[in-house]
């Protein structure tokens, strides 16, 4: 096996199987709303991702989270280079937050639509994190890397936890949803 994971010839053959006259010709990158768009079709999950700085607390809703490694433990966002929030989520720890379908109003206030239900804050570890979320991961620093006009950041995860009796909120072409409920149908159709 090589090192060379990808490399431009592998690149080359990909591109050359989007060009016209095939049967899923890429669409022009000229417009990158319509690239935005498509990738709205990617449901993703919301979270929220909380610091403290000179004793107060903050957080920024964003919707670019992953796993990436088991051993270490590290998770990954997507900050845009311009975001305040991106210099400190590189120098101390920070809390992921995924948010419950019941906390929208949470995901407004730190997307910059502040709510009037207030924060429920918990501090019992390296970041403050918000409670009632279905799960949460408190990270220290890991890396940085360049991701165009956003900057990866990854997180050692030193502590996480879980509730299993909520469902996630969810974005979906530009939206916020939530899950489908389960069916009774025992083949899995959808009415």
Known sequence: M??????SEIYEKAAD?????SRHAASSLA???Q?????????TGVVVLTYESGGEFYGITVNSFTSVSLDPPLVLVSMQRNSRSLTYLLERPFAVNVLGDDQLDTA???AGKPQSRPVAWVEDGAAPRIGGSPAYFQCSPWAGYDGGDHVLVLGRVVSHGQRDDT????FY???WSALA???DDPEGRRP
């Open 35 to 43: 690239l935005r768009n498509a990738l709205g079709n990617f449901a």
């Open 173 to 175: 072409r530009g939206q």
């Open 2 to 7: 090589t090192d060379i994971m990808w490399d």
């Open 181 to 183: 409920q389960e069916s």
């Open 108 to 110: 407004l206030h730190f």
């Open 167 to 170: 469902s996630p909120l969810l």
């Open 31 to 33: 417009d990158p709303r």
């Open 17 to 21: 199987a989007g060009t016209p006259g």
